[in-house]
């Protein structure tokens, strides 16, 4: 079966389990595409996870979804200088989006990690211990300022300062991929010092991999 695209005030209306029950009946990407981009807020929600290439069936989105949920609750209790979101996967399922300030995570214009923030990437590690079939992300942003170049080497070294960190924290290699969006994914004006402030960020990504859909599937999650 296949669903036609919801109303926005329909997807508010539903909890995250039930989303993914709606999107995993069979609908895909298609719709996906449109949610993740409500969820995600930033629009580029539904780019995020490595497509399997099948839909997923309903009742292994909705399990899914209740793992993603209780998973993003426990990080935002335990994280409190970032900002946890649930957006929806390029699966259409349910994902985690954690995003850092790059203030709370790196000097001035450096790229070697803080205290605090290794203290904040350890409870998110720990956090994926139980979580391990995942594939996890991370996107280095910066703002306008300065040349294309530089931020292109600011923004990938932040975000491979980030990923060395969680593999040195017991997360396997094989799970992350980490690449600089420099200042191309804006989510505030960068003609304000606030708003640039906003678009110096680390978002790390955590979507369900192959095995975590089997789980599901089997009855096994």
Do not use: W
């Not at 807020?41 to 997923?56: L, R």
């Not at 209740?66 to 409190?80: I, N, R, S, T």
């Amino acid at each position: 079966m296949v669903l036609a695209p919801t109303s926005c005030g329909t997807l508010k209306s539903l909890n995250n389990a039930q989303k993914d029950a709606l999107i995993g009946t069979g609908a895909g990407a298609a719709i996906g595409a449109g949610i993740g981009a409500l969820i995600g807020k930033d629009g580029k929600g539904a780019a995020i996870g490595a497509a399997i290439g099948s839909a997923v069936g309903a009742g292994t989105g909705a399990v899914i979804g209740k793992k993603m949920d209780e998973k993003a609750a426990a990080l935002a209790k335990e994280m409190e200088n970032a900002q946890v979101e649930t957006i929806t996967d390029v699966n259409g399922l349910q994902a985690i989006k954690v995003t850092f300030e790059s203030g709370i995570l790196f000097p001035t214009n450096g790229t070697t990690l803080s205290a605090a923030a290794k203290n904040q990437l350890a409870t998110f590690a720990t956090q994926m211990k139980d979580l391990q079939d995942t594939d996890i992300t991370i996107y280095g942003h910066t703002d306008n300022t300065g040349s294309a170049s530089v931020n292109e080497r600011i923004s990938l070294q932040r975000a491979q300062s980030v990923a060395s960190y969680l593999e040195s924290r017991g997360i396997n290699a094989s799970r992350i991929h980490s690449e600089g969006k420099s200042f191309n994914n804006p989510v505030a004006d960068n003609d304000t010092a606030e708003g640039r402030a906003k678009n110096r960020r680390v978002e790390v990504y955590v979507t369900a991999n192959e095995n975590m859909i089997k789980a599901a599937e089997n009855g096994n999650l």
